[in-house]
């Protein structure tokens, strides 16, 4: 079966490059659109289905690239744009050194600091030099001509259509692109957790000169107190928090739970909704060599979450810590001199200057060594302090890695869930997240294969800092001695690149019956096969859970041993909208509002409040998070000020047990003083914006498209619903504002042993940013009603596409 298909899709890709007549005879009617044709230079057919899904066929990889970068470029040129802007350090340029950017791809503050970060990663030519390694320290050809061909592919767009979208019609910072460009967005995403993170600490670290040298010396001991080691925890904790922008849901089931003996697939990825970490929905086929269909990262001509014929995957943010602290001993002389065994080392000046709109440029000097860039913000929380004894430098391990972009595509050309480990394995560039995966001969994958510092537990009792010895057991971060030259983290010998894990040590788990992550630690991805003995940096071990990873863990594993599982399930597992926090708790919130004297209580201002019309509201409510919902606004705002003002050991009355990680804690005491002030200020808050105590979800949870409000169905993460939404509430605006970010490129997989994969997906958001185009908020309008798109894989579901358009497109 495969070799008929393969030598139909053969056939048809040759009609479709070469010839100057039309589609296929099952498409005749459906004539090939030439878009400027020439004679040479790359070239694509892109065929639109349904919601302005495109399936770009291409003869090679760089012919592949130019199809994407230009479908993408349809679609979201004005947020790619705006990306190639960050990238080239020119947005103080066109939009002023003080505003901010879309913190898509990185966590600048201002338009000046990501300005000084990315001229300096330009000015040091690290990309280029990237760029320049052989594979695979370096890209692949494939990849190379990806990159070459979707910059080819964005430029030949630009050149020849005009832009519709109010964004950026008409803006002098629409530009064309190069390899270079696209390259440095890969690498953006890879720093993405580690330097990316810590650009304004970077771009402001200066040494100190005068009286504010001596200002929080330590002294050699570096003792803990020149930095609040619990405000540096928090501050890492919140960095790999499950409550960030970047989570996500995945679980594949394997053959022994589904009702075919293949697996199943559903990934539920939470990301922005806006700017340039937006997904972007597309097939990429090379006849005989490429089928994939999925989700790419803005910007990424390789497909980031998706399927093929015979496997399927999807990524959650992982817990590990991808970077590390190293104290630096300073030289008494000059605090750009660090000792390395007693050795003076200088820092490396990297002077940048950027143009400022309407302004002065700005130059800056970023300090570096050997263990990194000099990191200091001694305003900030912490407070980062660079003394004239003591600095501290930032090792990101992923600043030398390029490997992202091969790893993807090794998922892309994957048969099986052995496949996709080959490639984690071969290519080790996965950054950030972990890996579920399951395939047509059901098996099953999870695995935290991400580049780490290669800091060991014994590595860290031995080398950790003062600060160091209470930030890494307690949050994974390892601070250690940059005097001592044995205290840089090591290599593995199984490890692509120097001083990282190698595949060996990462925490994997083959073939269970479900294999799930909700962006806790790798130790329940099964709750009956915990994972048990790797090192701290990559998670806790035997620590409360989240409250949707319990959700979730409860809901999946009933799911498997339930058995008879098709893609049905799985469909009905995104928009449950289950409420773990309201099954928990709701009851006994209700049953303690109906026992309160006088049906009143003190709000957090000493205010009386009548809550009485609260308890029935509570007690019916349905324990969802659906748009007709009634009750369950009413809970999550009474749960998020409940939960922000009383601590988790404080909240219940039976405590966690590692034993019971998904059970516990539970039981709500309804004693503590902070229950009623909770309650009295989410109903005093509701009353105040003029919003009923029942009413539905979908009126006050919505994103608003062409001047229509949509209801958008889900839950926050601190509710615990697997379909994970938030928005930001605004008092003077009458409540929430439009959903910001969650459920995201939504995908259920699984087999029929046809050779077609069983597909629905959802891209939330829809997928173009342009208010004119048809498909800005189509799957938005899906979403809402808890629909799916039928995925069009095969060609003769291509072909039988009732909205089918195809374009050639070529360069000049």
């Not at 928090?234 to 009702?259: H, I, Q, Y």
């Not at 300090?367 to 003591?390: E, I, K, M, S």
């Not at 928009?575 to 309201?582: D, H, I, L, S, Y």
Request: glycine share 10%; hydrophobic share 40%.
């Amino acid at each position: 079966m495969r070799t008929t298909r393969l030598r139909r899709l053969l056939v048809a890709a040759v009609a479709l490059l070469t010839a100057s007549a039309a589609l296929p005879a099952a498409a005749a009617e459906r004539p090939v659109r030439q878009d400027r044709p020439s004679h040479g230079g790359l070239s694509a057919v892109i065929r639109y289905t349904e919601y302005g899904v495109p399936h770009i066929l291409a003869k090679d990889y760089a012919d592949l690239g130019f199809g994407t970068g230009w479908a993408q470029a349809a679609d979201q040129v004005c947020t790619l744009a705006d990306g190639f802007v960050t990238l080239r350090g020119d947005r103080s340029r066109y939009f002023g050194a003080d505003a901010g950017t879309d913190l898509s791809l990185s966590s600048a503050a201002t338009n000046l600091s990501s300005d000084l970060f990315f001229r300096g990663v330009r000015r040091a030519g690290t990309v280029a030099k990237l760029l320049a390694e052989p594979a695979p320290l370096g890209p692949s050809r494939q990849v190379r001509d990806l990159m070459r061909g979707f910059a080819a592919g964005y430029d030949a767009w630009l050149a020849r259509h005009r832009i519709t979208d109010p964004t950026c019609r008409g803006a002098a910072w629409v530009r064309p692109i190069s390899t270079l460009d696209v390259a440095t967005r890969f690498y953006a995403l890879s720093v993405l957790g580690g330097q990316g993170g810590a650009v304004d600490e970077i771009t402001a670290a200066q040494p100190p000169t005068g009286a504010t040298a001596a200002t929080g010396a330590t002294g050699a001991t570096g003792a803990a107190r020149d930095v609040d080691a619990a405000a540096l925890i928090k501050a890492v904790r919140a960095r790999t928090a499950a409550d960030s922008d970047m989570g996500s849901n995945a679980v594949a089931f394997s053959g022994a739970t589904t009702a075919n003996g293949r697996g199943l697939l559903l990934g539920n990825p939470h990301y922005p909704w806006q700017g340039g970490r937006r997904f972007w929905q597309s097939q990429q086929t090379i006849p005989g060599e490429l089928d994939v269909a999925g989700g790419s990262l803005l910007g990424s001509p390789t497909i980031s979450i998706g399927y093929n014929a015979h496997v399927a995957w999807s990524h959650t943010v992982a817990t590990g810590v991808p970077f590390n602290l190293t104290r630096l001993t300073l030289a008494s002389s000059d605090p750009t001199v660090y000792l390395v065994d007693g050795k003076p080392e200088h820092m490396t000046k990297r002077t940048v200057t950027v143009q400022v709109k309407g302004g002065a440029p700005v130059t800056r000097t970023q300090w570096w060594t050997r263990y990194g860039p000099v990191v200091a913000d001694p305003g900030g929380q912490p407070a980062l302090p660079w003394t004239a004894t003591t600095a501290y430098a930032f090792n990101d391990p992923n600043a030398a890695n390029f490997r992202f972009a091969d790893t993807s595509l090794g998922f892309a050309k994957a048969r099986s869930t052995a496949g996709i480990a080959d490639s984690l394995d071969r290519h080790q560039g996965l950054p950030w997240v972990n890996t579920v995966a399951a395939d047509s001969a059901g098996h099953t994958l999870y695995t935290q294969s991400q580049v780490l510092p290669r800091i060991t537990d014994a590595l860290a009792a031995d080398c950790s800092t003062d600060l160091g010895r209470l930030t890494y057991p307690q949050a994974g971060l390892a601070v250690l001695d940059g005097s001592r030259s044995d205290c840089t983290p090591g290599s593995d010998p199984d490890a692509v690149q120097p001083g990282i894990f190698g595949p060996s040590r990462m925490p994997v788990l083959k073939d269970a019956p479900y294999a799930e992550n909700s962006n806790d630690s790798a130790w329940l991805a099964n709750a009956d096969r915990p994972l048990t003995g790797y090192e701290r940096i990559f998670g806790a071990i035997g620590t409360p859970r989240s409250m949707r990873t319990r959700g979730a863990l409860e809901d999946v594993s009933a799911m498997a041993k339930r058995g008879g599982l098709t893609v049905r399930d799985l469909q009905a597992q995104e928009f449950t909208n289950r409420v773990p926090a309201g099954d928990l708790a709701a009851a006994d919130t209700a049953k303690a509002c109906a026992a309160l004297p006088g049906g009143s209580a003190k709000g957090s201002d000493g205010s009386s409040v009548d809550v009485s019309a609260a308890c029935p509201v509570l007690a019916s409510w349905d324990r969802t998070m659906n748009t007709d919902s009634r009750g369950a606004l009413l809970f999550d705002r009474f749960w998020r000020k409940l939960t922000s003002s009383v601590a988790p050991a404080q909240l219940w009355k039976v405590p966690f047990s590692a034993a019971d990680p998904v059970r516990t804690p539970n039981t709500l005491d309804t004693a503590n003083p902070g229950f009623a002030t909770a309650l009295a200020d989410a109903v005093g808050e509701l009353r105040a914006a003029g919003i009923a105590l029942d009413a539905p979800l979908g009126q006050h949870q919505f994103v608003v498209r062409g001047g229509r409000h949509i209801a958008v169905p889900g839950g926050t993460e601190r509710l615990g619903v697997w379909n994970k939404v938030e928005a930001v509430w605004s008092p003077a605006q009458g409540g929430y504002t439009e959903v910001t970010t969650g459920s995201s490129h939504i995908q259920a997989v699984g087999w029929d042993g046809s050779g077609c994969p069983v597909a629905r997906t959802l891209l939330t958001y829809s997928q173009s940013s342009n208010p004119d185009s048809p498909h800005h908020s189509d799957q938005t309008r899906l979403f809402s009603a808890e629909r799916w798109v039928t995925a069009r894989f095969c060609e003769k579901d291509i072909l039988s596409s009732p909205a089918l358009r195809s374009v050639r497109v070529h360069q000049r």
